[in-house]
């Protein structure tokens, strides 16, 4: 691997660990860019080459990841979930959980079961794919 494409895949990593860490806060390709210190269509463009979807995707799935822990993990109601995780509104969540995850988030809850299970496998299992 080249020395710049090793520099360039660090940017996008750390671009990729902020949405990781701050997921729930609102964040743009502007402010994802700056950190990467990159040009935002630039930052697009790498971080889709890089990790094979688009920064709002990529987004939107760890929010929704998070949220399926919550409905499994928690009897909070499904808006105080949605908000938590970042989104804007109860129809945004809702439209992208079912989206990602192929159910509503109140199905979801339905069906799904706290497991005893350590947390990196029930995340491997239950993780979207999309």
């Keep these: ?16 660990d902020a949405m990781d860490h701050s997921y729930a806060q609102p964040l ?8 990467a210190h990159v040009s935002p269509a630039h930052f697009t463009r790498t971080f889709r080459a890089t990790f ?5 995707r990529y987004l939107q799935r ?17 808006t105080d979930i949605c908000f938590d995780v970042g989104f804007g509104s109860l129809g945004t ?6 989206g990602i995850v192929g159910r509503s988030p109140r199905v979801y ?3 799904a079961v706290a497991t005893g299970v350590p947390t990196c496998f029930t995340k491997a299992w239950t993780r979207p794919h999309t």
Excluded: C, K
Excluded at 28 to 35: E, K, S
Excluded at 64 to 69: K, L
């Design 1 to 16: 691997m080249s020395r710049a494409a090793e520099e360039s895949n660090r940017r996008m990593l750390r671009a990729r």
């Design 28 to 35: 743009d390709v502007p402010a994802l860019a700056r950190i």
């Design 52 to 56: 094979g979807e688009t920064p709002h």
């Design 62 to 78: 760890r929010r929704v990841e998070r949220a399926m822990y919550l409905l499994r993990e928690t009897d909070r109601s499904v």
């Design 93 to 98: 969540f809702s439209r992208t959980f079912t």
């Design 109 to 111: 809850r339905g069906e």
